[in-house]
């Protein structure tokens, strides 16, 4: 369940309905209290800037230099 104030400040953060909507989907399983919705998100950013970033895909193109 999200609330209103919830809804509003997520928007806000991730600027569209697509990106809300992904958010939510990727905190699926994860229990929040209703009105807890932005320390969870504030927890999630966190996190992701700690996080390492993943390896580029096998077979995936990667510019060697930009050209001008």
Do not use: I, K, N
């Not at 991730?14 to 990106?19: I, N």
């Not at 809300?20 to 807890?36: A, I, K, M, N, S």
């Not at 992701?48 to 580029?56: S, V, Y």
């Amino acid at each position: 369940m999200l609330t209103r104030r919830d809804w509003e400040f997520l928007f806000d953060q991730l600027h569209s309905t697509h990106a809300v909507l992904d958010y939510l989907l990727r905190t699926v399983g994860d229990r929040c209290e209703l009105d807890g919705e932005v320390q969870r998100y504030h927890e999630f950013a966190l996190a992701d800037q700690q996080a390492e970033p993943d390896p580029p895909a096998q077979g995936t193109w990667m510019p060697t230099r930009c050209r001008g």
